[in-house]
């Protein structure tokens, strides 16, 4: 079976369908599952569930290493930036070296040509502090703001 699209490329394409129409994953992914193998479609809903499910810590995440803000990062560079750290962070199976680099493509591909040395850079921080168990704990506002961030839940 020649695959023509991706397991990330589709997560990246039904996270920019949720954040500008509000499309449901599984309506986005199914019409993208004739273009993939089995296993691409499991591993890119599980991705697109993952990100949706740990917004907030993967943005906490993401603001602690960026010299960005996150208001500032294009939409796109964001979606690419949130499935790439689900990878690093929540799945223990995919090496660090693909999720960088697949992330970095995404962006090379969807994105302006800065973008993939940013994508880059920032990956590569959070991938080393995953890997010794060094990202940061979340802290600063009340016990309520702080459990809403690690379990990415409304306060």
């Known amino acids: 079976m020649n695959c023509l699209i991706t397991a990330r490329e589709a997560a990246f394409k039904v996270l920019g369908s ?3 129409s509000g499309t449901l994953p599984g309506d986005a992914l199914g019409a993208l599952t004739k273009e993939m193998q089995p296993q691409d479609s499991a591993l ?3 991705i697109v569930n993952g990100v949706l499910q740990n917004t907030a810590l ?3 995440y ?3 290493f960026s010299s960005i803000k996150l208001k500032k990062i294009e939409p796109r560079v964001l ?3 949130r499935l790439s750290v689900y990878q690093l962070v929540f799945m223990t199976k ?4 693909a999720a960088v680099d ?9 994105a302006n040509p800065r973008a993939a040395g940013f994508v880059n850079a920032l990956l590569r921080k959070i991938a080393d502090a995953s890997a010794v168990m060094a990202l940061p704990q979340v802290t600063g506002g009340n016990a309520a703001q702080i459990l809403a961030i690690k ?3 409304p306060e």
């Open 18 to 20: 949720f954040r500008r």
């Open 44 to 46: 890119a809903m599980r």
């Open 58 to 60: 993967i943005d906490y």
């Open 62 to 64: 993401i603001s602690h």
């Open 79 to 81: 979606d690419i930036l």
């Open 94 to 97: 995919i090496p660090h070296s």
């Open 102 to 110: 697949e992330g970095v493509k995404l962006a090379a591909m969807n």
């Open 151 to 153: 379990h990415s839940h």
